[in-house]
């Protein structure tokens, strides 16, 4: 998250939400996100909502320069900190930030340019793409497909699901984001179809460590008052955190993010047609909020697999409802 202007009575800030980025206004409120911002973590490079920021650009994209100035470089400066550098955190890439990068690029056998390069991007981006989308390495990591997340049912915070893989560049997607081996087989699989069908669906979130869902539940908490509760899930509780859900918006709505109009695009429709053959469901179905906990959410689809789909399907119930019962034996 960036912020553009401060004109004193209003803030105008992006919220790097999911992987949609969001104008959002306070008029004449002044609302202090500095401990949001500034929130750090000990296992993560950046604080959940600068990683969450990075992987809404896509990562470091684009070579830097001592002398300029960027929001980038804020996370640049972040992410040499944890590495022991001692920086500011404005985002001008200054004399000091050069040094503490020389240092980072001998320390890794890097060129040493003292820019943020190719070579030097690289080597961060890949960093930081494990701390979005954790490996099995050090981690008990599960399969847990069919597990029951609820407002009812949590996951354990440092729960990550096993063999996470970021989508291929064939996927159209806003930013970085991983999901599950066979999740992101199934998503590719009916994003050809779908597009063979003139349908072009874009994926705008997919894997959400525990860390970046509780920077996003605060901060969605700050924006939206007292029902913020029905629009997010709190940490633990999300299904994103099983790697087997994915958020979509389609071209028709020219992409828009987490918007209701989905369920009446022709995406939408497409989906509710087709999605349960590749193993999706949606989650949050129109008038269920008294059975789910959450409001319609028409973008929201989780990969159970394709006989599981079809069984909720003819179940007639939710999902939340179906892997309830299925865990209870009934």
Same mark, same amino acid.
């Given at each position: 998250?960036?912020? @553009?202007?401060?004109?004193?009575?209003?803030?105008?800030?992006?919220? $790097?939400?999911?992987?949609?980025?969001?104008?959002?206004?306070?008029?004449?409120?002044? @609302?202090?996100?500095?401990?949001?911002?500034?929130? !750090?973590?000990?296992?993560?490079?950046?604080? $959940?909502?600068?990683?969450?920021?990075?992987?809404?650009?896509?990562?470091?994209?684009?070579?830097?320069?001592?002398?300029?100035?960027?929001?980038?470089?804020?996370?640049?400066?972040?992410?040499?900190?944890?590495?022991?550098?001692?920086?500011?955190?404005?985002?001008?890439?200054?004399?000091? #930030?050069?040094?503490?990068? *020389?240092?980072? %690029?001998?320390?890794?056998?890097?060129? #040493?340019?003292? !820019?943020?390069?190719? /070579?030097?991007?690289?080597? *961060?981006?890949?960093? @930081?793409?494990?701390?979005?989308?954790?490996?099995?390495?050090?981690?008990? %990591?599960?399969?847990?497909?069919?597990?029951?997340?609820?407002?009812?049912?949590?996951?354990?915070?440092?729960?990550?699901? !096993?063999?996470?893989?970021? @989508?291929?560049?064939?996927?159209?997607?806003?930013?970085?984001?991983?999901?599950?081996?066979?999740?992101?087989? !199934?998503?590719?699989?009916?994003?050809? $179809?779908?597009?063979?069908?003139?349908?072009?669906?874009?994926?705008?979130?997919?894997?959400?460590?525990?860390?970046?869902?509780?920077?996003? =539940?605060?901060? =969605?908490?700050?924006?939206?008052?007292?029902?913020?509760?029905? /629009?997010?899930?709190?940490?633990?509780?999300?299904?994103?955190?099983?790697?087997?859900?994915?958020?979509?918006?389609?071209?028709? *709505?020219?992409?828009?993010?987490?918007?209701?109009?989905?369920?009446?695009?022709?995406?939408?429709?497409?989906?509710?047609?087709?999605?349960?053959?590749?193993?999706?469901?949606?989650?949050?179905?129109?008038?269920?909020?008294?059975?789910?906990?959450?409001?319609?959410?028409?973008?929201?689809?989780?990969?159970?697999?394709?006989?599981?789909?079809?069984?909720?399907?003819?179940?007639?119930?939710?999902?939340?409802?179906?892997?309830?019962?299925?865990?209870?034996?009934?």
């Amino acid at each position: 998250m960036q912020f @553009l202007k401060d004109f004193g009575v209003s803030i105008f800030f992006i919220l $790097a939400f999911g992987t949609g980025i969001f104008l959002l206004s306070r008029g004449g409120v002044e @609302l202090d996100f500095s401990a949001l911002l500034n929130r !750090a973590t000990a296992i993560l490079s950046l604080s $959940a909502g600068s990683l969450n920021g990075w992987r809404a650009e896509g990562g470091f994209t684009k070579d830097v320069f001592p002398g300029e100035k960027s929001h980038f470089i804020s996370y640049l400066k972040e992410y040499l900190a944890s590495r022991g550098a001692s920086l500011g955190s404005s985002s001008l890439f200054d004399d000091k #930030t050069q040094s503490a990068l *020389i240092d980072f %690029q001998k320390n890794n056998s890097l060129p #040493t340019t003292g !820019a943020l390069d190719a /070579g030097t991007r690289a080597f *961060i981006n890949d960093d @930081l793409a494990e701390d979005l989308c954790p490996s099995s390495d050090g981690n008990e %990591q599960e399969d847990d497909t069919l597990e029951s997340v609820s407002r009812d049912h949590e996951l354990r915070d440092d729960y990550a699901p !096993a063999n996470l893989v970021l @989508l291929p560049d064939e996927v159209r997607k806003n930013g970085i984001i991983c999901v599950t081996e066979d999740t992101a087989d !199934a998503l590719l699989s009916m994003m050809r $179809a779908a597009s063979n069908d003139g349908i072009y669906l874009r994926v705008t979130s997919g894997f959400r460590r525990f860390e970046i869902q509780e920077y996003l =539940y605060d901060l =969605y908490k700050k924006i939206n008052g007292p029902d913020f509760w029905r /629009g997010i899930a709190s940490p633990g509780h999300s299904e994103h955190q099983l790697g087997t859900t994915v958020d979509l918006t389609g071209l028709s *709505i020219k992409n828009a993010s987490t918007s209701a109009a989905f369920g009446k695009s022709k995406e939408g429709s497409w989906m509710s047609l087709h999605a349960g053959d590749y193993g999706f469901v949606m989650s949050y179905p129109d008038g269920k909020e008294s059975v789910t906990g959450y409001k319609y959410e028409p973008w929201h689809w989780r990969f159970v697999g394709v006989d599981v789909a079809k069984k909720v399907r003819a179940s007639g119930k939710t999902l939340c409802e179906f892997l309830k019962d299925l865990s209870s034996g009934k």
